[in-house]
């Protein structure tokens, strides 16, 4: 039958693929399959999105057919069925050198990759040059696009700050994001969750070890202080060795090797080994600054570890291979990246997920860590 608009009479064949006029065989169709299998097209939709309202066995009919003449449901139409994109988003405010270098970002991806991958989902992933001016943030336009798109059905948030502006603008959105990284006590919105860190708990595990081989002075080299998990690191540590009678000095670094070489530099220079000032250790916030503080010491002649021990608070390929090998805090970043992922998964499905904490840190003991010089 044609229309009053003269278009063409259409149907199926017996493939279940839609034909013109002329005969043609087209693209194969939820009508083309309710047709042959004897069903609503309404139940073929749910079966092939997953959706409650077909038995378990009608579901494996539809399922084997589609798969038979390699249909797939398009990204769009999946979405609109389920009332949710089919992408999650990140934003960082970091460099792609920064991102593709650094061992933390790139463990926490895999492991949010691993879990979307299993529920056919995409990540979204865009990389914002961070502005000199803090108060200037341009990963807010982006959240903002993404939401008035529907482009993402939810968003992973790292490196929180004091205030984080982020927070308040994902609730206005009504957009589910969930922390990583956060502090136990880190506020939550009704559209978010957090997986949290003890830092205070790895903190200890750092100072602990550091005080059975007789350290009683060290340095911290963090990345920027105003990522709240950097000022609960330094506020961890300063409790742990201030109940085991032991001082620290800080320096701030930006997370790179060279920045790491720098700050290592300003609190060793111009101190004689074995002074009371000079400290015996130095825990460093990444394995890239732990990197770059051995090639400071190296240059400034100092030993490790017999004038002064090196630990990392994430270990990586780069602290098994350098030399000497960098001791580490053993985290389990890619098991961070999955959990986060599938809160997020709840969060997006509707539900009040509660946070989720990660296990502590493990000490591993390498070449770079011995007992304070004597």
Request: charged content about 20%.
């Amino acid at each position: 039958m044609s229309g009053a608009g003269g278009g063409r009479e259409t149907g199926t064949d017996g493939a279940g693929r839609e034909t013109g006029a002329g005969g043609g065989a087209g693209k194969v169709t939820i009508a083309g399959l309710a047709a042959r299998l004897g069903l609503s097209k309404a139940s073929v939709s749910y079966a092939l999105n997953g959706q409650p309202g077909v038995s378990g066995p009608t579901r494996a009919r539809v399922l084997a057919l589609a798969a038979e003449l390699g249909w797939y449901p398009s990204s769009s139409a999946r979405a609109l069925s389920q009332s949710r994109s089919d992408a999650v988003g990140i934003v960082l405010a970091r460099s792609p050198e920064e991102v593709g270098s650094e061992s933390f970002y790139m463990n926490v991806l895999a492991g949010i990759e691993a879990v979307l991958s299993d529920h056919d989902l995409n990540l979204v992933l865009r990389m914002v040059t961070p502005e000199a001016d803090p108060g200037t943030r341009r990963d807010l336009a982006v959240y903002r696009r993404w939401a008035g798109e529907g482009r993402v059905g939810g968003v992973i948030v790292f490196d929180h700050v004091a205030d984080d502006p982020r927070l308040q603008l994902l609730a206005a959105l009504r957009l589910p994001h969930v922390l990583v990284g956060a502090a136990g006590d880190a506020a939550r919105t009704a559209y978010g969750a957090n997986t949290t860190v003890d830092q205070g708990r790895d903190a200890a595990t750092v100072v602990d070890a550091l005080h059975r081989l007789g350290h009683r002075h060290f340095a911290y080299v963090s990345g920027p202080m105003a990522l709240t998990h950097e000022t609960a690191r330094w506020a961890g540590l300063l409790a742990a060795a201030g109940r085991l009678g032991m001082t620290a000095v800080t320096s701030a670094s930006d997370y790179t090797a060279d920045d790491g070489g720098k700050a290592t530099t300003a609190v060793i220079a111009g101190l004689a080994v074995g002074s009371p000032e000079f400290p015996t250790a130095v825990v460093y916030g990444n394995d890239l600054m732990a990197v770059g503080g051995l090639q400071a010491l190296k240059r400034l002649g100092v030993l490790v570890p017999a004038h002064v021990s090196a630990l990392s608070w994430d270990d990586s390929l780069l602290c098994q291979l350098s030399s000497p090998g960098v001791a580490a805090l053993a985290r389990n970043t890619m098991e961070l990246g999955r959990r986060s992922a599938a809160l997020l998964l709840e969060v997006m499905d509707g539900h009040r997920a509660s946070d989720v904490a990660m296990p502590a840190g493990a000490l591993l003991a390498r070449e770079s860590l011995g007992p304070a010089p004597r």
